[in-house]
C-alpha cells in the first residue's frame, strides 16, 4: 500500500488546510492517471466545500451581476471532486457516531451466512458521511473507526454495524473495488461468531467479532509519497501503478497520531495502510480460539510443578525452576509469534507463576520459622530435661561413690595392704566392692559385678551390696555358701527383670593368713605369690 500524504511539505507550497476540493480533485486526477488498484480518500467531507467561488461571492453584496452569473456558470469545488471520484477506482470513508445522524448510508451488500443479529459486532447508532454529490460518484465506501485497546491500536473490525447495516472497514472496501467484486460474503458458525470474511479472490480468517489483528511494521519511508510531489508530477507513476493507494493527512496538528504495540506512533492512513498490506500479504496475527484454554493449561500445569517442588527443594534451585517456568511461556509464545503470528498470552502465566512462587515462598518461610520455633523449644525442653538427668545421674554416682568403703579404712593396720578403683563404663555402672572387718581379725572382701549398664545396674548394684552386707553382718559366723545363697533369695524376690550379679566373697583371717571364699559366678580369682615366677591358679 502506498500513503499519498498531505504532509507539512504540501502545505508549505499550497496553504493551509482545507484545501479547496478542487486541489483535492487535481490530487486524485494526477494519481487517477497512474492508475491505482484502489484509491482510497482518508478525509471526511460532510459539507459542501466553503471555498468554492460561487459560495465566497455569495456572502458580497456589491457585486457586479455579469461576475456573479459567471462565476455561477462556473462547476463547483465539490463537482469537480466528484468527477475525479467518478473516473477512479475511489473510496470515500465513513465515520461511526453513537448518536443517530440522520445522514445517508451508502455501502456494499454484505451477504452474511449464519445469523447476522447474533454476530457480536462492533455497532454504531450512526454514521457520518460525505455530501450526497460525493458519495454518489464514489466506487466504496468504507468505515474508519476502530476501538483504540487502552489507547493502543492493536484490532480493527473488518465489518461494523452501524444502524442495523453491515458497512465494511477502509481496507476492505479498497479491497473489493480493486477486484470488481459486487459484494462480500461473511461467514458465521453455529454459535454466531464470525469466521470468515470473502472479498473478490481473497478469504479472510476474523475473530468472533469479525475483527482482525494487525502485525506492525516499523515507518518506512517508501510508503509515503508527500502530495505536492503527485501535483507536481515529482514522481514515478510506478510507485502507484496496481498498487491500493490512500490519501490522507499527515501535517503536524492536522490528525491525532495512534500509538502502536511496537512503540511507534503513525497517521490513521498508514495505520489502515498496514492493515491493507497485512490482508494481502497474509500476514495478520491471529489468536486461537482456544488459547485462554492453553494458557490456563500451561499455568495450572508449571504451577503445580513449582506448588510440588518449593516446599521441597533449596531455595535456590526452587527459585531456578521458576525462572524456567516463567521463561518457558515466555519463549514459547515469542517462538509462535515469529514462525507462526500466533498470539498467546504468556505475561499472564508468567506472572501468575511469578506470584504463585512468592506466595509459596513465604509459606514455606513461614513454615520453616513456625517448625524452627518449635524445634527450639523442643531443644529447650530436651536441654532441660538433659540437665535434670545429668543432675540425677551426678546425685547417683555420688550416691554409689559414698557406698564404697573408704580407701584409709584399714590404713592404720600392718597386718594388710589393700587398694581398690572402680571406674565405671558410663557414669556409674553395675560394678560393686566393699571390705569391713567382721571382728578383730578377720577381714570381709567382695568383688561383684552387675548384667548391664548403666543407673538401672547402678541401682540394682547399691541394693545388692546392702543385701550382702546386711547379711554378713548379722551372722558373721556363717558359712560363705549359705549367706550367698540367703542374698541369692533375697536378690530374687521381686525381680520381673531377671537382673542379677556375680560375686566373689571372702573371709580373710589377719593373723593366720587363711582365706574362705564363695565364688558366685565371677572370674577366679587369682594369688600371686613372691617366690613363684608364674602365676597359679586356684
Known amino acids: 500500500a502506498l500513503v499519498v500524504a498531505i504532509d507539512e511539505k504540501s502545505l508549505a507550497a499550497l496553504g493551509q488546510w482545507p484545501w479547496p476540493r478542487s486541489e483535492l480533485a487535481r490530487l486524485l486526477r494526477a494519481l487517477s492517471d497512474a492508475q491505482p488498484a484502489a484509491l482510497g480518500i482518508n478525509i471526511l467531507m460532510p459539507e459542501a466545500d466553503a471555498l468554492s467561488a460561487e459560495r465566497l461571492f455569495e456572502r458580497q453584496i456589491a457585486l457586479d451581476a455579469a461576475l456573479t ?31 443517530p445522524t440522520g445522514m445517508a448510508l451508502r455501502t456494499v451488500p454484505v451477504v452474511v451466512r449464519g445469523d447476522a443479529e447474533a454476530l457480536p459486532l462492533m455497532r454504531h447508532a450512526g454514521a457520518l458521511t460525505n455530501i450526497a454529490e460525493l458519495d454518489e460518484a464514489a466506487r466504496g465506501h468504507g468505515l474508519i473507526s476502530a476501538d483504540p485497546t487502552r489507547g493502543v491500536i492493536r484490532r480493527i473490525p473488518l465489518v461494523v454495524s452501524v444502524a442495523g447495516t453491515l458497512v465494511p ?53 517508501d ?76 499455568l495450572l500445569v508449571l504451577g503445580g510443578l513449582l506448588v510440588w517442588a ?53 509459606l514455606t518461610l513461614a513454615e520453616t520459622s513456625r517448625q524452627r520455633h518449635v524445634l527450639e523449644r523442643e531443644v529447650h525442653v530436651q536441654r532441660e530435661q538433659g540437665a535434670r538427668i545429668a543432675g540425677e545421674i551426678e546425685t547417683a554416682q555420688r550416691v554409689q561413690n559414698a557406698t564404697l568403703p573408704r580407701a584409709d579404712l584399714l590404713a592404720g593396720d600392718a597386718r594388710v595392704d589393700l587398694a581398690a578403683l572402680l571406674v565405671p563404663a558410663r557414669e556409674v555402672g553395675g560394678d560393686l566392692y566393699d571390705y569391713f572387718m567382721l571382728d578383730a581379725r578377720r577381714l570381709f572382701l567382695l568383688v561383684g559385678d552387675v548384667a548391664g549398664k548403666g543407673l538401672s545396674a547402678s541401682i540394682f548394684m547399691t541394693v545388692s551390696k546392702a543385701l550382702y552386707k546386711s547379711a554378713m553382718l548379722r551372722t558373721p559366723q556363717a558359712d560363705l555358701g549359705s549367706i550367698m545363697s540367703e542374698v541369692d533369695a533375697e536378690v530374687s524376690r521381686d525381680n520381673p527383670d531377671n537382673l542379677f550379679v556375680t560375686v566373689f566373697a571372702a573371709v580373710l583371717d589377719l593373723d593366720s593368713g587363711a582365706l574362705a571364699y564363695c565364688n558366685a559366678g565371677h572370674e577366679n580369682p587369682w594369688l600371686f605369690l613372691p617366690e613363684v615366677p608364674e602365676p597359679l591358679r586356684i
Open 169 to 221: 472497514t477502509l481496507a476492505v472496501e479498497m479491497l473489493r473495488v480493486a477486484q470488481g467484486a459486487p459484494s462480500l460474503r461473511l461467514d458465521a458458525n453455529g454459535s454466531g461468531a464470525a469466521t470468515r470474511l470473502t472479498v473478490g479472490r481473497l478469504a479472510i480468517a476474523l475473530e468472533a467479532d469479525a475483527g482482525v489483528r494487525l502485525y506492525f511494521s516499523p515507518h518506512r519511508a
Open 69 to 99: 452569473a459567471a462565476l455561477r456558470s462556473l462547476p463547483s469545488n465539490d463537482a469537480m471532486l466528484a468527477r475525479a471520484l467518478a473516473a477512479a477506482p475511489s473510496v470515500l470513508v465513513v465515520a461511526g457516531t453513537t448518536e
Open 310 to 362: 518449593t516446599p521441597r527443594w533449596r531455595p535456590f534451585r526452587a527459585a531456578l525452576l521458576m525462572l524456567g517456568c516463567v521463561a518457558l511461556p515466555v519463549a514459547a509464545g515469542f517462538a509462535l509469534f515469529r514462525t507462526e503470528r500466533l498470539l498467546f498470552d504468556a505475561a499472564t502465566p508468567a506472572l501468575g507463576l511469578a506470584v504463585l512462587f512468592l506466595t509459596l515462598l513465604v
Open 223 to 298: 510508503r509515503m509519497l508527500s502530495a505536492i510531489d503527485v501535483l507536481e508530477g515529482r514522481f514515478d507513476r510506478a510507485q502507484v501503478e496496481g498498487r491500493l493507494v490512500l490519501v490522507g493527512l499527515a501535517g503536524i496538528g492536522l490528525l491525532e497520531y495512534q500509538d502502536t504495540p511496537i512503540g511507534e506512533r503513525v497517521s490513521g492512513t498508514e495505520v489502515h495502510a498496514q492493515l491493507l498490506e497485512n490482508l494481502v500479504e497474509g500476514s495478520l496475527l491471529r489468536r486461537p480460539r482456544r488459547a485462554a484454554q492453553v494458557e490456563a493449561l500451561v
